[in-house]
């Protein structure tokens, strides 16, 4: 609603200005200009969102899902206020990119050629400060049941996007024997100290069945070999029936959801071990030293050259996890020193060479990439030149899939604090991902109790499909 604000005016009849703005609303029949131009509007934005439904649904064969594990300054990054004061602005400045209009940071110079090819959401938004709940918020599109805590993972969480692939297209005949969901550099490296293993990639109430296959090692690792070597591929099909044949008798009396899952872990194990299409899929050494070089050698860089990869290999959707050691985004001191000299370097590094590399071999228009984090960070400098915690404002960024390149959508205020308009869930987040994919929002999830969970409530954010 738009506030008229001013004198009273009265007009020649007596009735003041506001009283007959106000009248002239209502008509014989109830329905005045006002209603009737809010209707047409309605109407008109109905349309097109019926239109961009059709359009956009399933135009993604596959998603790779960046995260940014600890959490970028998004005001560092790409939403900079360079005419906000210094205690908000911090020492970055801004660079223009090839969109007129659109500035990102200086230490991003790769990825500001390419924000033609990339959107922008500046007005993500949630309540949750806390890691643990913030990710798996912003990983699976659900509220963490216990916000106020900081869980660990457990047996009631709500799936993260590659396990619901996974039980979604369980039943779906797939050309390889890799699963849909896969996840890079993870979970051991989201393993602290105490051995506090964080929710939001794991598959919770789905059971660890419909867990994404999880690769630890970092592929940048000079013996990076993720399967263990399989020279007697006979000998271990022997094995198996062997074992199937042992088992029978005792698994007939218990088929019990344990013993169930082990079947499916017996399976897709043995699958994945002798499937040679698989270990080509995971053979970096297939590409050239000049391209590796070029997505950068580091657990991200080279993480992202293997997410290409592994979609090419029919896996539907690969998380990217940036690896949880001393070069992660937790920036609560030295924020400035620590985004120029490793993390923004390397994050522009990675991320512009999937795109031209996606681009270069005629596939970005059916992959979707999302690059996301936790949450975002405070507008205010800390004490010690860093950021802390800020779920209240974000950017999120998408790319590929036929997604128009060079756009903002959404807007945070002046110091990059709250969403100034056009606010952005993590619901609405995860039900654009599963409608770029295919993925009915509707769709029910039973519990094991059996208990009917939509897979989303949020909208697709249809004004930047």
């Not at 934005?45 to 995260?67: D, M, N, Q, T």
């Not at 990339?118 to 599109?141: E, F």
């Not at 979609?311 to 996890?321: G, Q, R």
């Not at 609405?428 to 109790?449: E, F, K, N």
Request: glycine share 8%.
């Amino acid at each position: 609603m738009f506030p008229i604000h001013g004198h009273d005016v009265r007009t020649c009849e007596g009735v003041t200005r506001r009283e007959w703005l106000r009248l002239g609303g209502v008509s014989s029949l109830g329905l005045g200009l006002n209603h009737l131009l809010a209707a047409q509007t309605a109407g008109r934005e109905s349309k097109l969102a019926h239109e961009s439904h059709a359009a956009s649904f399933g135009r993604a064969k596959s998603c790779i899902v960046l995260f940014m594990f600890g959490a970028p300054a998004h005001q560092d990054c790409w939403d900079m206020k360079p005419d906000a004061p210094a205690e908000i602005r911090g020492e970055f400045q801004p660079v223009p990119s090839t969109v007129p209009g659109i500035s990102i940071s200086e230490h991003l110079p790769q990825l500001a050629r390419m924000t033609d090819r990339v959107a922008q959401i500046r007005s993500v938004t949630h309540p949750d400060n806390t890691h643990t709940v913030a990710m798996h918020y912003m990983l699976s599109g659900v509220r963490h049941a216990r916000p106020t805590t900081n869980p660990q993972n457990a047996v009631d969480d709500f799936p993260c996007f590659g396990a619901v692939l996974n039980h979604v297209e369980r039943s779906a005949s797939r050309r390889t024997a890799l699963p849909p969901g896969v996840s890079l550099n993870s979970p051991a490296n989201q393993v602290s100290a105490n051995n506090h293993i964080f929710p939001g990639f794991f598959a919770g109430f789905l059971g660890a069945d419909a867990d994404p296959l999880f690769i630890s090692q970092h592929a940048n690792d000079a013996k990076f070999a993720p399967f263990p070597p399989v020279d007697r591929p006979g000998r271990l099909l022997d094995r198996q029936r062997l074992l199937t044949q042992f088992d029978r008798h005792a698994r007939m009396a218990d088929r019990s959801r344990v013993v169930s899952d082990l079947d499916g872990h017996y399976a897709r194990a043995l699958s994945l071990l002798t499937a040679p299409e698989t270990r080509r899929a995971f053979d970096l050494d297939r590409e050239s030293p000049a391209l590796r070089d070029r997505y950068g050698r580091t657990p991200f860089g080279q993480g992202c050259l293997l997410a290409r990869r592994l979609i090419e290999a029919d896996v539907k959707l690969v998380t990217v996890n940036w690896e949880r050691d001393d070069a992660y985004w937790d920036t609560h001191a030295d924020n400035f020193n620590k985004h120029r000299k490793s993390l923004m370097p390397n994050l522009d590094r990675g991320f512009s060479a999937l795109l031209e590399d996606l681009e270069r071999r005629g596939t970005l228009d059916e992959t979707l990439i999302v690059w996301l984090a936790e949450f975002g960070r405070t507008p205010k400098i800390n004490s010690k030149a860093g950021r802390d915690h800020w779920a209240a404002c974000n950017t999120v960024l998408l790319a590929g899939a036929g997604i128009p390149g060079g756009q903002v959508f959404g807007a945070s205020d002046k110091h990059a604090a709250y969403p100034d308009r056009d606010p952005v869930r993590p619901e609405d987040l995860a039900a654009t991902i599963y409608h770029m994919l295919g993925v009915d929002g509707r769709t029910l999830l039973r519990t094991p109790d059996g208990r009917p969970v939509p897979l989303t409530i949020g909208n697709p954010v249809f004004g930047i499909l």
